[in-house]
């Protein structure tokens, strides 16, 4: 990188376990944000951004566990998130101390909209609270990202300013968010045009992006942007985040890849330049995906570019003809280059306990030794009923184990009789918090119906049941089924996810476990979001 203000690649900053945990049901327990930190670091992003320090201890002690152990220096940047106040910048300030390279990212609104009515501040007030606040942030550490929120709808000039006074005050990256998804791609790059053209120190400072999908136009908004001039990209796996969504790694990754060409003359290379564009290992975007998915119980869609399901394979009888003769018909890139491999049988009923470890962390999973042995356990008993176990299925296996914390209630049994001509009732036996053990029965609609009544008679917190999906792990009649549901108490949604070939069990499962993360919050701190929550005070 020649010069820190104008790299000539892109930088990939990944929001997943910030913007993307906000996603209604997403949230992650801390050990699920260092897997996926540790899979982000594998995959190559330049920055994480770990989450927001100050909405309550559990985020704090998750970006400072990612600040240890995986902002290393050869590691990712660690980056925090902190409204434009004291108390959040002080509080990110801390969390990022034990990475060799950390960010702080302190944003506040400019829009008229959000200025008026969200922070009742005047212009003069926000321009004023910017660079105090960035220059704070630079008594934590050099890195100092700044971003105008709901810049999309900010007035230029206004922005201009701001952004003047905020680089003036030492921010090494200007991020320019469209907050609600509402640029299009060329009003989205005339923006970073204007902004290029306009702030008379923008040449200190990397100007990245960051946007929502609520029109579907993220991805098209950065790699317009990236056209003029944007060098730092917020994204996240899958796409997840607020409402619909970031603008998807995956995507602007495999954009600027498969399209080098088109792109290379942007940064002044060669069209021909073989160069990467990005830092990412495209190979272990596959991956990142399942893991992020499988962890946020958020559902890649079958017909989701680049990770879909369906996004590599050609059901029709013409593709395939034209793919049989040559790929190049059809396919503009390869499986393996987003390291998709043919599921294949990789273990059997006598793989050992070190094979079992040495594919998992193949796959991305490094367990400490209690959750390996629950999780070989597991993988034993799946051998004995199903011949052939591939990777998909010891992810689930997996999955279903690193989300198995915080139990508060277990589930020792579950029984349910049904059929054509009997009413479906389930048993239920579940040891409490306090170390009871219930039982109790009931009646439903259907089996699963069933096994939540007579759960629902144990552990008493009204919830809604906002969905419930079943899904097989892998074809034939013995696979593995995952249950995921997602329940809302008040205004928050809980997900929970299992695995079984039995899929009365796994709902079961993921029932208790959606309602373990309840009961977790009920008990704790209510987090504070950083932008709905946002009252900045800049004292
Ligand atoms: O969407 C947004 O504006 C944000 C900011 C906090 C950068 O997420
Ligand atoms: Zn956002």
Redesign the pocket.
């Given at each position: 990188m020649s010069n820190p203000s104008s790299p000539n690649r892109i930088l990939i900053f990944d929001t997943t376990l910030r913007?993307g945990e906000q996603s209604p049901g997403a949230t992650l327990n801390v050990e699920e944000k260092l897997i996926i930190a540790r899979q982000l670091a594998r995959l190559g992003v330049d920055i994480i951004e770990a989450g927001f320090p100050f909405a309550s201890p559990g985020d704090f002690e998750a970006v400072q566990k990612i600040a240890r152990e995986v902002g290393t220096v050869d590691g990712p940047t660690i980056c925090g998130?902190a409204r434009a106040t004291r108390a959040d910048i002080e509080r990110a300030g801390e969390a990022i101390k034990p990475a060799a390279k950390g960010r702080i990212h302190t944003?506040i609104a400019t829009s008229d909209i959000h200025m008026q009515y969200k922070l009742r501040k005047s212009r003069e007030e926000v321009l004023a609270i910017a660079p105090e606040m960035v220059a704070y942030a630079k008594t934590f550490t050099n890195d100092v990202e700044f971003?105008p929120?709901?810049a999309g709808r900010s007035d230029p000039e206004f922005l201009y300013q701001v952004l003047e006074a905020a680089i003036a005050a030492g921010a090494t990256t200007v991020?320019i968010?469209d907050?609600v998804g509402y640029l299009t791609p060329s009003e989205f790059g005339g923006l970073i045009r204007g902004i290029k053209e306009n702030v008379p120190n923008i040449d200190q400072a990397v100007i990245s992006v960051?946007g929502?999908n609520d029109l579907g136009l993220a991805v098209a908004n950065f790699l317009e942007a990236v056209k003029n001039g944007a060098r730092q990209l917020e994204c996240t796996i899958n796409g997840i985040g607020?409402r619909a969504g970031n603008a998807a790694l995956e995507e602007l990754v495999m954009a600027m890849h498969v399209r080098r060409a088109f792109y290379n003359p942007y940064f002044g290379r060669p069209a021909e330049s073989e160069a990467p564009l990005t830092n990412i290992d495209t190979r272990q975007i596959y991956k990142t995906s399942r893991l992020v998915s499988n962890l946020t119980g958020m559902f890649v869609q079958p017909n989701k570019a680049i990770v879909g399901a369906n996004a590599f394979a050609h059901e029709s009888g013409i593709h395939q003809d034209g793919v049989l003769k040559n790929k190049l018909t059809y396919e503009i890139m390869d499986a393996q280059s987003i390291g998709l491999t043919d599921n294949q049988i990789v273990l059997g009923k006598h793989s050992g306990r070190n094979a079992f470890r040495t594919r998992l962390q193949e796959l991305g999973y490094e367990l400490d030794d209690q959750a390996l042995n629950r999780a070989f356990l597991r993988f034993k008993e799946l051998a004995d009923k199903k011949k052939e176990i591939t990777d998909w299925d010891i992810e689930s296996i997996v999955n279903d184990e690193t989300q198995q914390s915080p139990e508060h209630f277990h589930l020792d049994l579950v029984q349910v009789s049904c059929g054509d001509n009997s009413r479906p009732t389930a048993t239920v036996t579940i040891r409490t918090p306090d170390g009871q053990e219930l039982m109790d029965a009931a009646i439903g609609t259907g089996p699963v119906d069933a096994v939540y009544k007579a759960i629902n008679r144990v552990v008493d917190i009204p919830n809604q049941l906002i969905e419930f999906s079943v899904q097989s792990v892998t074809a034939g009649i013995d696979a593995l089924g995952e249950v995921t549901i997602r329940i809302r108490h008040d205004d928050r949604v809980f997900s929970g996810h299992a695995a079984n070939t039995d899929i009365v069990v796994a709902s079961a499962h993921a029932y208790l476990h959606a309602l373990n993360r309840l009961y977790a919050t009920l008990q704790g701190q209510k987090a504070i979001h950083?932008?709905r929550d946002a009252e900045p005070v800049a004292s």
């Open positions: 913007d998130l944003f971003s929120e709901d991020n968010p907050t960051h929502h607020e950083p932008q």
